[in-house]
């Protein structure tokens, strides 16, 4: 199994998504998720452009053990759409992975039966219909107009359940990989029609739902596909016992905005890995173009 992480420039620059309280967090972050997980991968990847290769390769000198600058295959692609570098490195892999979003630490080795699942995810993230910001009742006037959705999608939603599901991805992956290329495909596929199509408008920059809650309507539609996920549920992945346990950390959402957090991860960067601390507080302070890649 390997550990993998990816990272697209263009929204990086673009501050799309979620962002951190300042690039410089940003970069401790980087460098303290892939430390925790080289000590317990042999091979650690990262799937990037050559911007992002740039910085964090030939002037941060991030120790990943293979580089690929795949991402320079989205550069087309409206920034908005954030998750689309995510989308493409899992449909690009030829071998069992765990995918390492660079805001999650991994503090203890991954259980056994985990990484041995067909598909893996960080936990099931249930919600009621028509009440989440999820908002999966978007795909409905589309089932309707019969314009094209993957047929994973149409089937859950024809189910009309009360509480719908999504999968955290926070780290994802798993063996089987022509189930995880379908799903990857089936999303670009979607974002594609999103930005070409204009019935697909509304869906713009919905990514979470296109990544996340795509990849439950997957797992639900193909049922000799059997899932596993280090914690059951979203409040069994935050409760502080249970994460502790499981020596996981996700910075997930507003936390990278969190001041005692971003504290926190200094000083952990500084105490156990020095040399990148000192690395990133060089590059920074003295080159303020950095962020320009």
Same mark, same amino acid.
């Given at each position: 199994?390997?550990?993998?992480?990816?990272?697209?420039?263009?929204?990086?620059?673009?501050?799309?998504?979620?962002?951190?309280?300042? $690039?410089?967090?940003?970069?401790?972050?980087?460098?303290?998720?892939?430390?925790?997980?080289?000590?317990?991968?042999?091979?650690?990847?990262?799937?990037? &452009? &050559?911007?992002?290769?740039?910085?964090?390769?030939? @002037?941060?000198?991030?120790?990943?053990?293979?580089?690929?600058? =795949?991402?320079?295959?989205? =550069?087309?692609?409206?920034?908005?759409?954030?998750?689309?570098?995510?989308?493409?490195?899992?449909?690009?892999?030829?071998? $069992?992975?765990?995918?390492?979003?660079?805001?999650?630490?991994?503090?203890?080795?991954?259980?056994?039966?985990?990484?041995?699942?067909?598909?893996?995810?960080?936990?099931?993230?249930?919600?009621?219909?028509?009440?989440?910001?999820?908002?999966?009742?978007?795909?409905?006037?589309?089932?309707?107009?019969?314009?094209?959705?993957?047929?994973?999608?149409?089937?859950?939603?024809?189910?009309?359940?009360?509480?719908?599901?999504?999968?955290?991805?926070?780290?994802?992956?798993?063996?089987?990989?022509?189930?995880?290329?379908?799903?990857?495909?089936?999303?670009?596929?979607?974002?594609?029609?999103?930005?070409?199509?204009?019935?697909?408008?509304?869906?713009?920059?919905?990514?979470?739902?296109?990544?996340?809650?795509?990849?439950?309507?997957?797992?639900?539609? %193909?049922?000799?596909?059997?899932?596993?996920?280090?914690?059951?549920?979203?409040?069994?992945?935050?409760?502080?016992?249970?994460?502790?346990?499981?020596?996981?950390?996700?910075?997930?959402?507003?936390?990278?905005?969190?001041?005692?957090?971003?504290?926190?991860?200094? %000083?952990?960067?500084?105490?156990?890995? $020095?040399?990148?601390?000192? @690395?990133? %507080?060089?590059?920074?302070?003295?080159?303020?173009?950095?962020?320009?890649?």
């Amino acid at each position: 199994m390997r550990a993998i992480w990816s990272f697209w420039s263009k929204p990086y620059l673009a501050q799309q998504g979620s962002t951190w309280l300042s $690039p410089t967090d940003h970069l401790y972050s980087c460098a303290l998720s892939l430390e925790c997980a080289r000590r317990h991968f042999k091979k650690t990847e990262l799937y990037t &452009d &050559d911007a992002g290769a740039e910085l964090l390769i030939n @002037k941060l000198k991030l120790p990943f053990s293979k580089v690929v600058t =795949s991402l320079n295959d989205i =550069s087309h692609y409206d920034c908005a759409w954030w998750t689309l570098g995510k989308l493409h490195t899992y449909s690009k892999q030829s071998s $069992p992975f765990v995918h390492i979003d660079n805001d999650v630490y991994l503090w203890k080795a991954l259980p056994e039966r985990f990484m041995r699942a067909d598909i893996i995810g960080q936990n099931p993230e249930y919600f009621q219909t028509g009440s989440s910001w999820y908002q999966p009742e978007k795909f409905d006037p589309i089932i309707k107009s019969q314009h094209w959705l993957p047929d994973e999608i149409i089937q859950y939603r024809e189910q009309k359940l009360k509480t719908q599901m999504a999968v955290c991805c926070g780290i994802m992956g798993g063996s089987d990989l022509n189930f995880i290329k379908h799903y990857a495909k089936q999303a670009i596929k979607l974002i594609n029609y999103s930005l070409t199509k204009k019935p697909y408008q509304p869906l713009y920059a919905d990514n979470l739902l296109i990544e996340q809650y795509l990849l439950a309507t997957h797992i639900n539609y %193909n049922r000799q596909c059997k899932p596993a996920y280090l914690f059951n549920s979203t409040d069994a992945a935050f409760d502080p016992t249970k994460s502790k346990a499981a020596g996981f950390t996700h910075l997930i959402g507003g936390a990278k905005r969190n001041q005692a957090l971003m504290n926190r991860l200094h %000083n952990r960067l500084c105490y156990e890995y $020095p040399e990148h601390y000192e @690395k990133i %507080n060089e590059l920074t302070a003295h080159n303020p173009d950095i962020f320009q890649l």
